[in-house]
């Protein structure tokens, strides 16, 4: 069974920083495109971040290009998602999420998530 | 970015009914090469992860019960729940991943009427 689990979520200040990590397990890690999807309170989901199997290939969404950085390590079957200079507006549930083994695919499953909050 | 319209926003269905939401994408996921629409629908119960119940706009994820089911080709895609169950009480995502940034549609919250 795919498991996801995402931790280092939590509350910080506008223009502060925060690692995601998840733990994946259940599937070969390595084989697959993953993903960081979030959901703002009483909002539909927003993807975020891709990233290919190697590592080598990495897509993101406009509103946090050039302030996150998606990130891989097969070895420990871990997925990262370094954010940097957050806004209010960043705030929202970040789910792990299982790509396919092409860059567009659904999204499946998708980890539980961890709560980001900015404010001051 | 493609944008995804669902409608209605919400709706009321008696157990047993039919629900049916409709999702319309700003440009069309439908890839010529393939013939396959790059469309998925989700259901999202309260304090859950979305769970992926169609993919390909109508294959049904394994697991998910037969009486949903999904339609549509090109822009205007349609989710069905034959019969409604109180367990289907949810809102339901449709999303492409016809281009990058994959997006998602507002949701529909569906209850019991």
């Known amino acids: 069974e795919v498991q996801l689990v995402e931790s280092g979520g939590g509350l910080v200040q506008p223009g502060g920083s925060l690692r995601l990590s998840c733990a994946a397990s259940?599937?070969?890690?390595?084989?697959?495109?993953m993903s960081w999807v979030r959901q703002a309170p009483g909002k539909g989901p927003e993807w975020v971040a891709n990233i290919k199997q190697d590592g080598n290939e990495k897509y993101y969404v406009d509103s946090v290009k050039g302030r996150f950085t998606i990130s891989r390590d097969n070895g420990k079957n871990s997925l990262y998602l370094q954010m940097n200079s957050l806004r209010v507006e960043d705030t929202a549930v970040y789910y792990c999420a299982k790509d396919g083994d092409m860059p567009l695919n659904w999204i499946d499953p998708w980890g539980p998530g961890t709560l980001v909050t900015v404010s001051s | 970015d493609i944008v995804m319209t669902q409608s209605p926003d919400s709706l009321a269905v008696s157990l047993g009914e039919r629900a049916t939401i409709n999702c319309k994408s700003s440009q069309t996921v439908l890839y010529s090469s393939n013939n396959k629409n790059y469309l998925a629908w989700y259901q999202q119960k309260p304090g859950q992860p979305p769970k992926l119940l169609i993919y390909?706009?109508?294959t049904r994820e394994s697991g998910v019960p037969d009486r949903f089911s999904g339609s549509g080709s090109g822009r205007d895609f349609t989710l069905t729940i034959s019969s409604l169950q109180a367990e289907d009480v949810a809102i339901y995502y449709c999303?492409?991943?016809?281009?990058?940034?994959?997006?998602f549609g507002q949701g529909t919250k569906v209850e019991i009427k």
């Open positions: 999303q492409q991943y016809y281009t990058t940034p994959r997006t």
């Open positions: 390909w706009a109508s």
């Open positions: 259940g599937f070969t890690f390595s084989n697959y495109w």
